[in-house]
């Protein structure tokens, strides 16, 4: 017997890469592009992060800690030893990911619920509290500016088309991962952990690896941000910035692999279209917010799967 | 020949309580056991030990003439122990076919890959819709599990364990909760299995048709302790037995 495999997720991938693609064509204005190249980087933070809440059941309230740990090893590397360290700022950032998320998870995935949740509140704001005092090396609150990277990448354009390389590419491995026997196991680890030893399989080391993976690719995304913003702060480190990326994953839809990055890109934009307007665009997004978990709580993308699911059962039920 | 799970003096007691009390016991190869006992005798508590949830407070568990005392479920399990549930255990979300999978890719050791599509696992994928054929669930292989009757799901269940091709397999109550065709299909069912996987059982299980129906041997547990072993004749007409547990039911 033969399944039915689907290649849609792929088709969206490359359709959003073509998308992202002519931005810079169509409107090559910086504005223009930065407001991209935010939707990349947090898409990515976002899918990252949902592979630990969304697929696994783990509710993060401190994947900043990761993102900045991604931007500040970009930023002082750069601070201290000169601005061709950008790109070994990036890869430094993912080894310290990797090292801190095994640390850092050895403990915390001990306990589950509200518990995991509050203990990575509190290790984020550790890593913040850290940053926020020890001035004279990260620059506490006044974080660290002009980091502008070295070469070709110092190019608008050029640094664009980086980000949205490493940004896709990443996505497609998590893409992947979600579809191999390690992501369904994953989703069994939510549905059912008390039945996933009872395949002669470990819920701690599953939960250990989707966290160091899901760690590493928040790091690349808080990397990538360094250099787009050409400035790093501890804002990157503070919880709201956690906060934020469970925002975008729960109004674009937690169950579906895509629905973090349409979150992503929803509440970018209303914060930037609103946020001209009127300097109260929290409120908006408050107010969306509360219609989409009240009215829609499965998400921008989990809500049109369903229209849809539910448009094809009537199809059938009439010309059945 | 060597028994494939052999149970020496354990004991397990919850404060003052003594759920197990110095059960010894011997599976060989091929037994259909059958554990009775009113409810509150222990039997959940003892497959509990012999899988590792709960660790014995005195004695020992040797499953293929390895001591596995205090080892960690999964650990047991993967050395070919499978257990199917009391209360239906399966992934609800996912498909049945997927549910079946994740045990064959797990027996394979390919249920960590993180980067291929699981629908391109060949062998898994055979094996596990062989496994939905002989449960007779092949036909709602891409349904979501929760969309199944009660029935099916505990199929499923015992598809799940099945899939880890396991030498010896426990069922805790396989026909709670059925109605009597229900049970008379399962119980074909899982003769059927038996022959068919060359399987090794031991079950816990209230329905006496399907107690005396199946079992080779049955083994009545009363208060912790083991009250009487024998066939289903030597069990049905032990004085002992009928007065602590069948009673008038089967007289």
Redesign the interface.
Known sequence: ?Q?K?SYLSEAFLVALLVAFAVVPLLHPSSYQIMLASHILVWGLFAVAFNMLWGVTGMLSFGQALYFGVGAYAVGLMMKHLGQSWFLPGMAAGLVAAIVLAILVGLLIIRVSGVFFTVLTLAFGQLAWQICFRWYHFTGGDDGIQNLIPPGLLGNRFVYYYFTLVVVVVSIW?LL??S???????L??VR??P?????????VRY?QL?VYV?SSLFSALAGSLAAGVDNSIHTDMLYWTTSGEVILMSVLGGIGQFFGPFIGAGAIIIIQDYVGAKTEYWSLIIGLVMMVMVLLLPRGVVGEAQALKLWLKSVRRSNGG | MEPVLELKNLNKAFGGLRVTNDVSFTVMPGDITAIIGPNGAGKTTLFNQI?GHLVPDAGSVFFRGEDVTGM????I??KGM??A?QVT??????TV??NVR??C???RN??????????T?KQA?DDA?AILESIGL?QH??RAAYELAHGDQKLLDIG??L??QPSLLLLDEPTSGMSPDERQLTRDLIVRLWKEFNLTMVFIEHDMDTVFGIAQIVRVLHLGHLLAEGTPDEIRNNPEVITAYLGEEVQ
């Open positions: 017997m399944e495999k491995l992947r991962l579809q191999s026997p390690m992501g369904v196991l989703r069994c549905q059912n008390n039945r996933v030893p009872f395949l002669g399989l470990s599953s690896r993976i | 899988t960690a479920p999964q650990a399990v993967a499978g257990r549930f255990s399966i992934f609800p979300e996912e076919l997927e994740m045990a890719l797990a027996r390919e249920a960590r890959r993180p980067f291929r599509n699981i629908s696992f994928t819709y092949a292989a891409q799940i364990a899939g880890l």
